[in-house]
């Protein structure tokens, strides 16, 4: 390659980092603006303050800001482990057994992906109203599952076609039923799929709006998003800018952190699920 | 001939099932199969089957929450009152427009993305992969507020940065206007899914058999017949399923409006109609009846797609 077309490269990979960077690096640089720069017109804050984080982790918003992050925590964790478990044993079934419905488990896995969720949230609405769910951490664990588990059974089956089987026949031959070969020999094998949907699926969880607006009404299960899009009507701050600014930050970082650690394994795993799924 | 064969042959063509019955380890097979796969499936339909027909049955009545006593049965009325209202044809305009600009642009965008990433030299693709998933890692609302944010009249760059192209100045209110709004929502919509499009495309390049561009070129092919000629059709799959699942995607939008517009200058979405309805006015019956139609038009498109995409998989499989 001539030296003329590496420096070509080299700008269009710049360009590219640029544009993925870009209004991440402008929310941080807002966060750090006080009062005074806010309207400042420019990027960079002029003098550069920790003041918005103070107001959201101690301050005024803290009893907004800090109940989401803990009901964001701890309702994502919770799908997302209960429905990579039962993504676990469908893809095993998908992925390995032979039986009639196999076809019928994917496609509706596939239906209930593309649900719009705007059309499960208002009977959910009603429905958690009368039977008490509204507004805990349950009511919007279960309606996370129809968001989770399609996208876990997808990209695990994905996965565990990959795993090379004849490990679970030679301990089969072994004299292990076909439980055992399961847990002994498979799980270690299918693991690192397994975590990736997990991560995949937590990042959808933690991404999720819709429900966590409509479904919840105080800080006993209000999640981060929902918490966000309220910050702005709330009124016990003047201007809600940089508070903003400064929680989306913060929840922002455990996800790129996420990211930069496992990108092969999730590139793989999103890929994966739909081309060849 | 009945002998035992060895686990290999069984594995690789289905079994015939034996006269009269299944032999039991079949039938084994298949108890175990719905007994791992089972919960995960029944979950899956009372999480999104049962909502619907509630919906459905919601959708029939005259029901306001605030006003239980007098719920009554009206039949397909709500359905009336909304396919003749022009709230909702402004709702699905506005949502056919963002779905048709977002898809479009992100499939060039991120075809572009994925060209220069599956290019690019060693050294940079790895930083580049993992960059490129930041923007599909932050949450929706993140990067709603920050594109907001950017162009906001009183804390945004965006007009002091752009004040030299015409009709840009420092008290343009971008989010005064229905069309400006929507610019900006759909340049947040699709800086934030470029990069799921073109990892599904860079997917589809990685298949297209290198025979093919060397044979192409070997007879003197220009780049861009290469494109267009062996590339693009030898991909076409990987191109259905990422427009496929973005324009489902799209045609949902919901967050970016809630947090940029709030529906304001007519940018709502039906899925931002649905909401209003059922959650701020608690309308039941009508909203439950616009959750409907956005369910039976997400099931439109779908459907649409995938007849055409199986057309589209028989006619590759002609041509080869």
Redesign the interface.
């Known amino acids: ?1 001539s030296t003329r077309e ?1 420096t070509w ?2 700008i ?2 710049a360009l ?2 640029l ?3 870009f ?2 690096a ?2 941080i640089s ?1 966060s750090f603006k006080g009062p005074a720069d ?2 400042n ?3 960079l804050p002029s003098s550069p303050t920790g003041e918005n984080y103070s107001t959201i982790l101690t301050g005024t918003a803290s009893d907004l800001f800090l109940p989401a992050l803990r009901n964001s925590f701890g309702i994502c964790l919770i799908a997302t482990f209960i429905s990579c478990i ?2 676990m ?2 893809a ?3 992925a390995r ?6 076809k ?2 994917l496609s ?2 596939l ?2 992906a ?14 958690w ?1 009368q039977i008490g769910l509204y507004d805990t951490w349950l009511g919007l664990i ?2 996370y ?2 968001l989770t ?2 996208i876990s ?1 997808w990209t695990m089956s994905a996965f565990f076609r990959e795993i090379p089987w004849e490990m679970e ?1 030679a301990a089969q031959v072994d004299g292990a039923t ?1 439980w055992q070969a399961f847990r002994k020999v498979i799980v270690p094998l299918a693991a690192p799929g397994v975590f990736t949907t997990a991560i995949i699926a937590f ?1 959808i969880a ?2 999720d ?2 429900y966590g ?2 479904l919840t009404s105080t800080s006993a299960a209000r999640p ?2 929902a918490a ?2 309220l910050f702005s009507g709330a009124s016990q701050f003047v201007d809600p ?1 940089g508070s ?2 400064a929680a ?1 930050v913060i ?2 970082i455990p ?2 952190v ?3 650690i496992f ?2 394994r ?2 793989a795993g ?2 994966n699920g ?2 060849k799924g | 001939m009945t002998t035992t064969t060895l686990p290999p042959g069984k594995k690789t063509e289905p079994v015939s099932a034996p006269p009269g019955g299944i032999s039991d380890r079949s039938r084994a097979e298949r108890r175990l199969g719905w007994m791992l796969a089972g919960p995960a499936f029944v979950i899956m339909l009372l999480v999104t089957a049962y909502p619907i027909v509630q919906a459905v049955y919601y959708s029939l009545f005259n029901y306001r929450l605030t006003d239980p006593q007098n719920r009554s049965f009206i039949g397909l009325g709500n359905y009336g009152v909304i396919l003749t209202d022009a709230l909702w044809w402004q709702a699905v305009a506005v949502t056919v427009f963002i779905t048709v600009v977002t898809v479009v642009v992100e499939l060039i965008l991120g075809f572009a993305l994925a060209l220069v990433m599956s290019k690019a030299l060693q050294s940079l693709r790895p930083v580049l992969r993992a960059a490129i998933l930041i923007p599909y890692a932050v949450i929706t609302v993140v990067s709603a507020f920050s594109w907001q944010f950017a162009f906001s009249i009183t804390t945004g760059f965006v007009n002091k940065w752009f004040a030299w192209l015409p009709g840009i100045g420092a008290d343009t209110d971008w989010f005064g206007d229905k069309w400006t709004s929507l610019l900006v929502i759909c340049l947040a919509e699709i800086w934030k899914t470029t990069p799921f499009i073109s990892l599904l495309l860079l997917a589809g390049l990685a298949q297209v058999p290198d025979v093919l561009q060397e044979a192409a070129m070997v007879d003197g092919a220009t780049w861009w017949q290469r494109m267009w000629r062996v590339t693009i059709p030898n991909m076409k799959a990987a191109i259905m399923v990422a427009l496929l699942f973005r324009s489902l995607d799209a045609f949902r939008i919901f967050d970016s409006i809630y947090i940029m517009t709030a529906g304001a200058n007519g940018t709502e979405s039906v899925s931002f109609l649905a909401y209003r309805q059922t959650i701020s006015r608690v309308e039941i019956g009508l909203g439950s009846a616009v959750s409907v139609l956005l369910f039976l038009c997400v099931m439109g498109i779908a459907f649409g797609f995938i007849k055409g995409f199986r057309i589209d998989l028989s006619q590759a499989r002609g041509e080869r």
């Open positions: 390659m590496k490269w080299w269009a990979g590219i980092l544009y993925c960077l209004p991440i402008w929310i807002l806010i309207a017109g420019q990027f039962l993504a044993f469908a095993y079934a998908i057994l032979d039986f009639p419905g196999k019928l488990i509706t896995a239906v209930v593309i649900f719009p969720v705007i059309s499960i949230v208002t009977p959910l609405f009603n429905l109203r279960i309606p599952l129809s588990l399609p059974i026949q076909t990042f933690w991404n709006f819709a607006i409509s981060v998003p966000l899009g800018t903003i600014a989306a929840v922002t996800v790129v996420l990211v930069l990108q092969r999730i590139v999103l890929t739909a081309v």
